[in-house]
């Protein structure tokens, strides 16, 4: 009998899950793919032209504008991706909101996400353009730059950014060393809270007597912990022209460990500095990186300030630089279906007047002994058909108006299942109940 109601139990567990599994609806993300898009790239504000010089690292800043037809539904959840060309890269990773264009009401039609690894900008849609599928568009706002891992060497290029085609003459450059420090920073390309800066000193190679280095982080930067390198180089003829020569060779010696920290309350690292002493020629190199604070956005400005004395030069010599946090935008629009104006119910047919007879009959003449039963029954006759009349009218104006049916909502269909579902599952436990009691 243990088994058998192990089996009724399984039987029933089985039916509730295909039960609901049958009631249960997935709806699959679509990727958008009927569109037509046009690009635009600026520097400095201004646009770039067939012939335009571009420089490595130049930050160039993109607008792609994207317009779909109405035939093209565009669900939530559906996902529109773009494809940079092998000959342009990304800063870093983004994420920003894809905004309803002209209002300030803070409707957004979509969010983007910026991947640098794969070159894309992926566009994951809400239910905006399920309610505004008339005329959309959206435009896409972020800035980009030659891959110089590509492009290796200073050449014309040719690319299509959309559906636009660019010829810029690209000019490959090695950076500046400066004579004495040289200091820029840029954003990890997977992650943009993290700021990697680099400084150069020495390139000139002169002597310099007790020489001091200090890093001073802003804003609220704060060390990316084992994140700190300083190294020098034997002295080169004609000195460092450029970070990329001097990265070319070979490390003489690690200083790092030279370096004392400044904390804040909280424990982390705002600074260091280096007494490193006398500096007989050798050109230096150091890098770090920082962790951006808490609450700081796309868009804002970081900031940090390199110092370095040395007793055989009269002043101290200070390098501030500045980095402006990558940020994208977007916006979209879309406009409503008219819905059309509900029609007044059909006014009812209203019945026609009798016609008046067109030939008048003359009064007839009074008779001169006027039967009062003749009289009596001409009054009762008149009666009588205006009666009818009167009959005849009062139903056609109860005869039903034209309109709608009304039907009551359908349940009978939908239920089918249902009823069918448990009715094997009744059966079946009517079969499992009789073997009970059979084997009991």
Known sequence: MKQVRQIVWALALVLMIL??????KTIHAAE???????ARLTKDGNTLTNGSKVLTNEKLSASIYLAFPDSQTIQAGDTLTLSLPKELALYTALEFNVLEEGQSNGQTVGKAVVDTAKKTVTVTFNDYFASHPLNKRVALHFDVKVDSEVVTKTSPIQFKLGNTDFSL???KTAGEAGD?????GYQDKSDPTIIKWRILLNARQDILRGMVIKDQFGDGLTLVEGSLRAVRYAPVEGGIKNEAQILSLPVLDNFTKKAVFNKNADGKTTGFTIEFGDNYNWPMYIEYSTKAAP???VGDIVHNTLTWTATNFPAPRSLTRELRLESGSGEGLGEKEQTPPTPDPEP???QPDPKPDPKPQPDPKPSPNPDPK???????????SSSSSSSTSVKEEEAPKPGKKKVLPSTGEKMTPVVLVMGVFLAILSVGVLRVRKDS
């Open 32 to 38: 958008v793919s009927s569109y037509t898009q046009t």
């Open 19 to 24: 039960f609901t599994a049958g009631l249960t």
């Open 348 to 350: 009812s047919t209203p």
């Open 169 to 171: 003459n690209y000019e």
């Open 374 to 384: 003749s009289s009596t029954s001409s009054s009762s006759s008149s009666s009588s």
């Open 295 to 297: 609450g700081t956005k």
């Open 180 to 184: 004495y420090e040289m200091k820029y």
